[in-house]
């Protein structure tokens, strides 16, 4: 028995006290405005189809890898895809991790050293803070997506600085001026690394394609648990940094490879996402749809993630319930995970909602606020 198991229930009592306990749900039946699946490639039965097609071809897909890929867990199927991925965001080489979570963390925990600086979008992923604790640099944070305190924040540092952002932001769904941002990084000889987890598959190959940055970002971290309904991720990089992550990177280094098969279904996830153009096109018209009902809210016009910000935690939860019992699945997000005083739903829009349910959807909320 630990000790001092007292103080962890004392913090569970708490957090069940004020409604922000976090607990294990079943997924439910409902519309779903909450998950990340945003083309419905998740629950697609077409590529459901091509993925079961690759299992009865290759039965050895599903085995296990047996080790990590420094020892026993590489072969052709891990490097080919890596090589697939590499030349479709055209970047001189690709990194398969298990998650994107586990790739922030190999990239920020390795790349700086001790005598640099880190400088983070202050609504940077869980991920890349936790890293940073791992790495022996200096973390600073700017404001959300402010361009003048970055510059001055970076105009007051002598170490090299890496800059860490997000395409596309999961809580607030408004995107970073990345443009601007690497102009700043070239100006100041910073490292920029961008991770593309919710613009990817929505805005095509994400945003860094989109503009062209390849050569101007250090990496880039693309997922695929979200609009490629799979799961893992890939950072993207030129052949000295992936060399460098695979030699000092402990979550590499020290991971079991994932099976073949989550491999290959990536793969799969490409190939599909470039037969189906039309289910992003479908998800703009359904965020229009979403937009014209005149909600206030911080996300932006063209992203599949709209939050509304209540911040008051009863009125939250019960807006929660009710959509809940009308049949509607949309999460709300608590403090810590957001600042205190900006508690919000999350609502995620999707290509196979429908004008009928998001008219419904927003009618709800509109009696909350």
């Keep these: 028995m630990l000790s001092n198991s007292n103080r962890f229930q004392e913090s569970l009592n708490k957090r069940k006290e004020e409604g922000t306990l976090r ?49 026993s867990g590489n072969n052709d199927i891990a490097v080919s895809v890596e090589n697939y991925i590499a030349q479709m965001h055209q970047f001189e080489s ?20 001790r005598h640099d600086i880190i400088i983070v979008d202050e609504q940077i992923h869980r991920s890349v803070h936790d890293a940073c604790k791992l790495s022996n640099a200096k973390k600073l944070k700017f404001r959300h997506n402010d361009l003048e305190d970055i510059e001055n924040i970076l105009k007051r540092q002598e170490n090299q600085c890496y800059i860490a952002i997000e395409s596309l932001y999961s809580m607030e769904g408004d995107f970073a001026p990345i443009q601007e941002i690497a102009e700043l990084a070239d100006q100041y000889n910073a490292y920029l690394i961008v991770d593309e987890a919710h613009a990817f598959g929505v805005f095509g190959y994400g945003l860094i394609e989109k503009y062209q940055l390849q050569h101007q970002v250090s990496a880039v971290v693309v997922t695929y648990g979200k609009a490629l309904g799979a799961h893992g991720a890939a950072i993207l990089c030129n052949e000295t940094v992936k060399s460098y ?21 990536i793969k799969t996830g490409y190939e599909f996402l470039d037969q189906n153009h039309d289910l992003a096109i479908k998800l ?54 957001v600042k205190e005083g900006s508690e919000r739903l999350r609502i995620c829009l999707h290509s196979f909602n429908t004008e009928k349910e998001i008219i419904k959807l927003t009618g709800i909320i509109k009696e909350f606020i």
């Design 23 to 71: 607990r294990l749900r079943l997924q439910s039946d409902g519309i779903d405005f909450y998950s990340n699946d945003y083309l419905g490639f998740a629950k697609s039965k077409e590529l459901q189809h091509l993925l079961l097609q690759k299992i009865t071809d290759n039965p050895q897909l599903l085995s296990g890898s047996t080790g990590s890929r420094l020892i």
């Design 94 to 113: 690709a990194l398969l991790f298990p998650s994107g979570y586990n790739a922030n963390l190999a990239l920020f925990s390795t790349l700086p050293s």
């Design 245 to 265: 992550l695979i030699n000092f990177a402990s979550p590499f280094i020290y991971s079991t490879s994932a099976q073949d098969f989550q491999w290959m279904s």
């Design 284 to 337: 703009q018209d359904n965020i229009k749809i979403f937009r014209s009902q005149n909600l206030e809210s911080p996300s932006m016009e063209t992203s599949p993630v709209q939050a509304i910000v209540i911040p008051d935690n009863q009125k939250l939860k019960q807006l929660q319930d009710t959509l809940s019992e009308e049949g509607f699945l949309a999460y709300a997000i608590y403090s810590p995970t």
